[in-house]
């Protein structure tokens, strides 16, 4: 064999080959050489010396055999890290990819998606679940092996299986009798009658009814039991029990609605038992499964329980109702556990208006009665803070975010930044400087040309006639001050400043020529953005949102408009708010007001929608010439209270969360908040100045959080309770028996803000939606995965997890159904490279623009061609956008007339009235034709769409243009 030869002919690929033989060949000849020998070259078996190798070849052999060591360890390094992954990869993918168990997009018979309205779970292990949609339709999802479309089989809107779904009756719920088979054997269920929203039989302008088949089910309420057969107690309107040949579909008595017993025998015709003695003003009502039992709460907070066994009869001491004293204001929601055992801490729980809420366990004895545990949160209590600022004082202009500093003014005029002692720090305080005189609208009182902004190492201060920013180090020493000229007297007369949260905006406004003008300007390089805003009216007070990017005014003729702050182009109007004082919120959701229609500073106050405008809160005033103030991020408003006391509320609300007597002398003359509410600093009228803190109380009883519309969960076997608000924030009670007394709520992963929550059957773990479209599964103790699965872009409204907590099913807004194994998605989870992004981008979610949000309504007469207007929603499809019409056409708006109006790019299906009486009635009804016409509003033609011109069935307003194609699912507004 010619290996040089070999070396040769393929020096650019046989190189290292040759190289790696010729060695091999080397180390044998030296074994074999005679140890007396000398030291000669060594030779191959061939015969050929290494002379025979290239000297290029010899010396790269040479370089290469220190860096053999390397090289093994860097391909053990590979091997031990690169090939786990690749296998937990490969098992990961296909795992994900099964562990959806179920995943389809609902459609109607036209294509459009058809949204779930209803899911619920069967009991027991291998339950199917069950789903009602929008149009009407009912689905069957079965656990017998895998799932799939096939196992989807559409049967019933009425009460009877294999009818086709009806279009115009929503399916709201099911009528499901659950029940124990004797010996302890397993749990057995009936087949679930429908309970639907038949639009159909609405009259215009009124409620669609609710029905179960042929038996009317008024305001919803409905509970299914398994007694010797299939009963029912459903709601029955006052005017419909007076006359059961009226109407059904007239709205009920707000607080007439009464409870019927209904008996549904597998076959025939259902029978009416009889009405509930006494039960006149139900509110909610519920089945607890597996027994006879029907409980629920009435319009005065009194909570009942119905033995559906046993025979119709007698007044309110019949042996079949057993009733207690629960709330002292209406009953708002139920929540029920599906399978409490005997030592379980509730068998169900009620909320109120008033935020309060109670557990309850039914003794089933002779008679039964009830027995109750309240809920209740920490409680906080406010104290004095030793020592305050001793010198009488003019002014109390500001306080810090972090309320460990105040702004005050002294009788000389000087203004004063003071430190309040705490934490380890003295009290101490600075001389801003010169003074700031006395003239203008400051000094009187009026605090519209003064605005100061302090977060914890910097000051802006606007006061005439001085306008500074001062920064400060941590060692609370000044390092620069730096003068602000905007370029207007901040003295005169009319004159107002407002600032942005982050110090990078001002708004400045002033009345020149007859006219108030306002003016945008960067702090930093106090350049005027944008154009000059002129208005007819005079400004009585103006907000930047926290972004700077949104300009809220009020006028003095009642307006409040929403601009951008850059072009002035108006995004929103309202009339019939007089206010003094504007203040976002801090995530720019919504515009706190000061003031009432009726005063300017009378201490009321509103929280209105920062993008509909519509009123959220209407807080009266508390006191004759009294005022409020706003905390930072405007969670509450502080204003005084009778007796030389101070009131803390809760602007989500407008519920009170303390009354605090100061024990001062004087009345309270000025307040300042913190950014959070918990500390505030008090000015009265004989210029004494006093700071409170809010701290922890054990002893107390704090604010209940706010519940949402359907937020109320209990675990099945009534260990957990869960609480959801509107915001999404969630709240965790774990009940253990041994408690004594009450049962504590506590805040659970303040980070989430979910759409929609479940809790596990043995309250082990909870499932949030979030506004992505994914889902959370967030372990309620220490133990557990917590884990994402992703999301689509929609959001989900409709959520239920299996009785033995294996699967969660999700439907979102445009139609999508999700059955998840749960099992698996742990499972996944604990996978390497599981957050790596295998999995489809969610889409990103489709906002609506803010111009295209509800503007003041014209009012008054009619207007020609329709010009008072509903918009039920929006979408980019055209398709989507006539299907809404088609549907608002169903549901009984055809007379009013229906249109497809193309307005920036949205297609928008709006409903056209002659009088704004005729709009403002149907408004409500409007909002009830499916969860995309949720948020539908009020509008103007004149205003929302001058001009518009009609073609191919589509009226374009002016400035409008076509959207690309969606890639998503339409959007719902």
Same mark, same amino acid.
């Given at each position: 064999m010619d290996l040089a030869g070999l070396g040769h002919e393929h020096a650019g690929d046989g190189r290292l080959a040759a190289a790696a033989l010729l060695r091999r060949r080397h180390r044998g000849s030296r074994r074999r050489a005679d140890a007396h020998r000398p030291a000669k070259p060594a030779r191959g078996s061939a015969g050929m010396t290494s002379a025979t190798v290239p000297s290029s070849e010899r010396g790269k052999s040479a370089r290469r055999r220190p860096s053999r060591p390397w090289t093994i360890a860097i391909v053990l390094i590979a091997a031990f890290v690169l090939i786990p992954a690749a296998i937990a990869y490969g098992v990961r993918t296909y795992v994900g990819g099964a562990q959806r168990a179920f995943d389809a997009r609902l459609v109607r018979p036209d294509g459009t998606p058809d949204p779930v309205t209803a899911l619920a779970w069967a009991p027991g292990t291998q339950g199917p679940l069950f789903v009602g949609t929008q149009s009407g339709g009912f689905y069957r999802i079965g656990r017998e092996g895998a799932f799939g479309r096939g196992e989807i089989g559409t049967a019933a809107t009425g009460t009877q299986a294999g009818a086709p779904?009806?279009?115009?009756?929503?399916?709201?719920?099911?009528?499901?009798?659950?029940?124990?088979?004797?010996?302890?054997?397993?749990?057995?269920?009936?087949?679930?009658?429908?309970?639907?929203?038949?639009?159909?039989?609405?009259?215009?302008?009124?409620?669609?009814?609710?029905?179960?088949?042929? !038996?009317?089910?008024?305001?919803?309420?409905?509970?299914?039991?398994?007694?010797?057969?299939?009963?029912?107690?459903?709601?029955?309107?006052?005017?419909?029990?007076?006359?059961?040949?009226?109407?059904?579909?007239?709205?009920?008595?707000?607080?007439?609605?009464?409870?019927?017993r209904w008996r549904l025998p597998p076959s025939g015709q259902a029978s009416e038992v009889g009405p509930i003695a006494d039960i006149r003003d139900a509110r909610a009502v519920a089945a607890l499964p597996g027994t006879s039992a029907v409980v629920g709460g009435d319009g005065a907070g009194g909570v009942f329980a119905i033995d559906a066994s046993r025979p119709v009869g007698g007044g309110s001491g019949a042996p079949f109702v057993a009733r207690s004293a629960g709330h002292d204001v209406a009953v708002a929601a139920l929540a029920v556990a599906a399978s409490p055992d005997v030592f379980a801490s509730a068998d169900f729980a009620t909320a109120a208006a008033d935020g309060s809420l109670l557990t309850w366990k039914l003794l089933q004895g002779n008679p039964w009665t009830l027995s109750r545990r309240p809920v209740i949160v920490p409680g906080r209590?406010?104290?004095?803070?030793?020592?305050?600022?001793?010198?009488?004082?003019?002014?109390?202009?500001?306080?810090?975010?972090?309320?460990?500093?105040?702004?005050?003014?002294?009788?000389a005029g000087n203004d004063i930044l003071y430190r309040l002692g705490g934490a380890g720090q003295p009290a101490a305080s600075i001389d801003l400087t010169q003074p700031s005189g006395s003239g203008g609208d400051t000094a009187n009182g009026n605090e519209r040309a003064a605005a100061i902004r302090v977060d914890a190492l910097r000051l802006l201060l606007v006061a005439p006639p001085r306008t500074t920013g001062i920064l400060f180090s941590p060692d609370w020493v000044p390092r620069e001050e730096e003068t602000l000229d905007f370029g207007v007297d901040l003295s005169a007369p009319g004159t107002g400043v407002t600032i942005d949260p982050t110090i990078t905006r001002a708004a400045v406004w002033s009345t020149r020529d007859g006219l108030d003008?306002?003016?945008?300007?960067?702090?930093? %390089?106090?350049?005027? !953005?944008?154009?000059?805003?002129?208005?007819?009216?005079?400004?009585?007070?103006?907000?930047? %949102?926290?972004?700077?990017?949104?300009?809220?005014?009020?006028?003095?003729?009642? *307006?409040?408009? !929403?601009?951008?702050?850059?072009?002035?182009?108006?995004?929103?109007?309202?009339?019939?708010?007089?206010?003094?004082?504007?203040?976002?919120?801090?995530?720019?959701?919504?515009?706190?007001?000061?003031?009432?229609?009726?005063?300017?500073?009378?201490?009321?106050?509103?929280?209105?929608?920062?993008?509909?405008?519509?009123?959220?809160?209407d807080k009266p005033p508390s006191l004759p010439n009294g005022f409020v103030r706003f905390s930072g991020d405007g969670s509450r408003a502080v204003r005084p209270a009778t007796g030389n006391a101070f009131e803390v509320l809760d602007t989500g609300t407008g519920r009170s969360i303390a009354t605090v007597a100061t024990g001062g002398a004087a009345a309270i003359a000025e307040i300042a908040v913190s950014g959070d509410g918990s500390r505030i600093a008090l000015r009265d009228a004989d210029g004494t100045l006093s700071a409170w803190t809010e701290?922890?109380?054990?002893?107390?009883?704090?604010?209940?959080?706010?519940?949402?519309?359907?937020?109320?969960?209990?675990?099945?076997?009534?260990?957990?309770?869960?609480?959801?608000?509107?915001?999404?924030?969630?709240?965790?009670?774990?009940?253990?028996?041994?408690?004594?007394?009450?049962?504590?709520?506590?805040?659970?992963?303040?980070?989430?803000?979910?759409?929609?929550?479940?809790?596990?059957?043995?309250?082990?773990?909870?499932?949030?939606?979030?506004?992505?479209?994914?889902?959370?599964?967030?372990?309620?103790?220490?133990?557990?995965?917590?884990?994402?699965?992703?999301?689509?872009?929609?959001?989900?409204?409709?959520?239920?997890?299996?009785?033995?907590?294996?699967?969660?099913?999700?439907?979102?807004?445009?139609?999508?159904?999700?059955?998840?194994?749960?099992?698996?998605?742990?499972?996944?989870?604990?996978?390497?490279?599981?957050?790596?992004?295998?999995?489809?981008?969610?889409?990103?979610? *489709?906002?609506?623009?803010?111009?295209?949000?509800?503007?003041?309504?014209?009012?008054?007469?009619?207007?020609p061609d329709g010009g008072f207007a509903i918009v039920l929603g929006g979408s980019r499809d055209l398709t989507a956008a006539r299907a809404l019409v088609d549907q608002a056409g169903a549901a009984g708006f055809a007379a009013a007339g229906l249109r497809v109006y193309l307005r920036q790019g949205w297609y928008r299906?709006?409903?056209?009235?002659?009088?704004?009486?005729?709009?403002?009635?149907?408004?409500?009804?409007?909002?009830?034709?499916?969860?995309?016409?949720a948020d539908a509003y009020a509008q103007s033609l004149q205003g929302w769409c001058p001009d518009a011109v009609g073609t191919t069935g589509v009226w374009t307003c002016p400035g409008s243009w076509v959207a690309a194609a969606p890639t998503a699912s339409p959007a719902k507004k």
């Open positions: 779904g009806t279009p115009g009756a929503e399916v709201l719920g099911f009528a499901m009798a659950i029940s124990q088979a004797q010996g302890g054997g397993p749990t057995q269920y009936s087949y679930p009658r429908l309970v639907v929203r038949d639009r159909r039989a609405a009259q215009p302008g009124g409620p669609a009814p609710v029905r179960l088949g042929s !038996i009317p089910v008024d305001g919803g309420l409905f509970a299914a039991t398994a007694d010797a057969g299939f009963s029912l107690v459903a709601g029955r309107s006052a005017q419909a029990e007076a006359d059961p040949k009226a109407q059904q579909s007239k709205a009920p008595a707000p607080d007439g609605v009464a409870l019927v209590t406010w104290t004095r803070d030793e020592p305050a600022p001793a010198s009488p004082w003019a002014r109390l202009l500001a306080m810090s975010d972090d309320g460990s500093k105040l702004v005050l003014r002294n009788d003008q306002l003016e945008v300007f960067n702090v930093a %390089s106090r350049q005027r !953005i944008g154009r000059t805003h002129v208005f007819a009216t005079p400004i009585t007070s103006a907000a930047l %949102s926290p972004a700077g990017t949104m300009l809220a005014v009020a006028t003095s003729d009642g *307006a409040l408009l !929403i601009l951008d702050a850059v072009t002035g182009v108006p995004l929103a109007s309202v009339s019939g708010v007089w206010a003094q004082r504007l203040v976002y919120s801090a995530d720019g959701l919504r515009i706190l007001v000061a003031g009432t229609p009726t005063r300017l500073g009378d201490g009321g106050f509103k929280v209105l929608s920062a993008r509909s405008l519509r009123t959220l809160v701290r922890a109380d054990d002893k107390a009883a704090g604010l209940m959080p706010a519940l949402a519309e359907d937020g109320l969960r209990l675990s099945a076997d009534g260990s957990t309770l869960l609480l959801r608000e509107p915001s999404g924030r969630l709240h965790l009670s774990r009940l253990s028996p041994g408690d004594a007394g009450q049962f504590v709520l506590e805040p659970f992963h303040p980070e989430i803000e979910a759409t929609q929550a479940e809790l596990a059957a043995d309250g082990s773990f909870v499932v949030a939606a979030e506004a992505d479209g994914g889902i959370r599964v967030v372990p309620t103790t220490e133990t557990g995965a917590n884990y994402v699965l992703p999301g689509a872009g929609d959001v989900i409204h409709r959520m239920a997890i299996s009785p033995d907590g294996g699967f969660i099913a999700a439907a979102d807004s445009g139609g999508r159904l999700r059955v998840v194994d749960l099992d698996r998605a742990g499972v996944v989870a604990a996978l390497p490279l599981s957050s790596l992004p295998i999995h489809p981008r969610s889409a990103v979610l *489709a906002v609506q623009p803010l111009d295209d949000a509800p503007s003041a309504a014209t009012t008054g007469g009619a207007v299906p709006v409903a056209l009235f002659a009088t704004a009486e005729q709009r403002d009635q149907a408004l409500r009804p409007a909002r009830e034709i499916s969860p995309m016409t």
